[in-house]
């Protein structure tokens, strides 16, 4: 993905507007059902389809040049649907990406191997398949952090939850002299910034030259890196003394 579209300025909507439809009333050209389990379940389906239309306006235009009016046009709701649901596009954009930050949470992977180097693989394929599978969100918000505090937050959250594991598996194998003597703050930030880059260079903007379906051997070489930058060899090496130099 490009730059495209975080050269501009943030459209900012008008205020939120809290429509009362009578029951049953049209909304968006739908009319919702009467009854309590329906109207629920129709409220759900417009919010998502508002939700998956506001996903591929942000992917095809950038942050910045996506617009209201685009994300109503492709699902084929009114204005005042979309303020119903919504505040703006900031609100709709921050939806997204707190479902992702949630999805990621609940698909955060345990690896329960002795082998310290599996336990790096899998923490860095799951970290770079979360970024192919959302490159799209991801790209927007590592572009927007830089000029919207809020959504800088967002995005230190997601960062700090990758980063926080890593410096407490450090912690651990520190405690158990299992690794090289070293500050896992700092190694933790550097090594988790490290695949991060590694993945908005690779995923969000194309600047690596590497194809998508080379995830395994991007993973082992990141891996291998990380590997060396704890234990001071090659993994699986066999020298016994390679955490201690």
């Not at 508002?50 to 046009?73: C, K, N, P």
Request: with cysteine; aromatic share 10%.
């Amino acid at each position: 993905m490009s730059a495209k579209g975080f050269a501009g300025a943030s459209e900012l909507a008008g205020p939120r507007q809290r429509l009362a439809p009578a029951r049953g009333a049209p909304r968006g050209g739908r009319t919702l059902p009467a009854n309590g389990a329906g109207r629920a379940a129709a409220t759900l389906d417009t919010r998502q389809r508002i939700l998956e239309a506001a996903r591929q306006v942000f992917a095809r235009y950038g942050y910045v040049d996506a617009s209201i009016e685009h994300i109503v046009t492709l699902c084929h709701v009114s204005r005042g649907t979309f303020y119903y649901y919504f505040k703006n596009k900031e609100d709709v954009f921050e939806q997204l990406v707190r479902s992702l930050s949630q999805e990621m949470e609940r698909a955060r992977v345990s690896s329960t191997s002795t082998d310290p180097f599996m336990r790096i693989e899998a923490a860095n394929r799951a970290y770079l398949e979360m970024w192919a599978a959302h490159h799209d969100i991801m790209a927007n918000l590592f572009q927007i952090a830089t000029i919207d505090a809020r959504f800088e937050q967002l995005h230190r959250e997601i960062q700090m939850r990758f980063i926080d594991r890593i410096r407490r598996n450090l912690e651990r194998e520190l405690a158990a002299g299992e690794c090289r003597p070293l500050d896992p703050v700092v190694a933790s930030h550097a090594l988790g910034g490290m695949v991060d880059w590694f993945a908005y260079r690779w995923f969000g903007t194309g600047a690596i030259g590497v194809e998508h379906d080379e995830l395994e051997h991007v993973v082992r070489e990141l891996s291998e890196l990380w590997y060396h930058a704890l234990y001071g060899c090659r993994p699986h090496e066999g020298d016994s003394d390679c955490a201690t130099r």
